[in-house]
């Protein structure tokens, strides 16, 4: 693999954190600002996520990529689409444009840009620009530390097959499940097979208009959004 050009334009894959626009950094919204092609992830149809994050502090004018993909669906990588989206976006780069790619949450936490990253290292410079990840906002929405003193976090994707998640689940202290989808209900038979339900809270799109936090014993649905996850703390609490 070749060295990038000195002369190229930069790559940033820049976190846009998880929702609210004002928990951008400052460095994320000066390059945010800055650069003349802005690329984000977005759905086959409809508007992007991560760009409605950035949309307030957008100046206008700039060249936008829509990396258009299912979204949600667990498929990664999808191979093609980055692919093709890594091409274009060296492009811009190639021709000395920098390159502000969003990603939700952190890119290097279960983030879309990681896919990108691995296709444009060697091919010109990429930077990170961490952002505010989904688990420290839904530990904020929950009031609720994630984890204390010598306890070990464990996160962990609610995708996995049940009797995996029940050892996992069974030996860590804290733990923050993510991904809960159609799997919430399958987590809540294994929680309650742990009794652990009681210690465990729910977040919904944490940090947005339409924020939803509560104990796991008062959700009633089997079913979750994909911006949601599970708090869980064997002490109830992490300062006890």
């Known amino acids: 693999m070749s060295a990038p050009d000195s002369a190229s334009g930069t790559v940033w894959g820049i976190g846009v954190g998880p929702g609210d626009p004002e928990l951008l950094t400052l460095k994320a919204l000066r390059l945010i600002r800055a650069a003349p092609v802005l690329a984000y992830p977005a759905p086959e149809t409809g508007d992007s996520f ?113 009797p995996e998640l029940r050892r996992r689940l069974a030996d860590c202290e804290a733990a923050a499940v993510v991904k809960l989808g159609r799997h919430l209900g399958k987590l809540k038979r294994v929680l309650a097979g742990l009794d652990l339900v009681s210690r465990t809270r729910y977040v919904e799109r944490a940090t947005l208009g339409n924020e939803r936090v509560l104990p796991l014993a008062g959700l009633p649905e089997d079913a979750a959004p994909y911006f949601s996850m599970l708090l869980v703390h064997k002490r109830g609490e992490a300062w006890r």
Request: proline content about 10%; charged content about 15%.
């Open 50 to 162: 991560a760009r409605g994050i950035a949309a307030p502090h957008l100046p206008g004018g700039q060249t936008e990529i829509a990396i258009r993909m299912p979204i949600g669906d667990g498929a990664f990588p999808k191979a093609d689409i980055y692919d093709a989206a890594a091409d274009v976006i060296a492009g811009h780069a190639a021709a000395g444009r920098d390159v502000a790619v969003l990603c939700e949450g952190d890119p290097f936490f279960y983030g879309s840009f990681m896919y990108l990253y691995a296709r444009l290292a060697g091919r010109c410079p990429v930077r990170i620009v961490p952002g505010v990840s989904s688990l420290m906002a839904c530990a904020d929405a929950a009031g609720t530390p994630l984890a204390a003193r010598n306890d070990v976090l464990t996160v962990i994707p609610a995708p996995l097959p049940e």
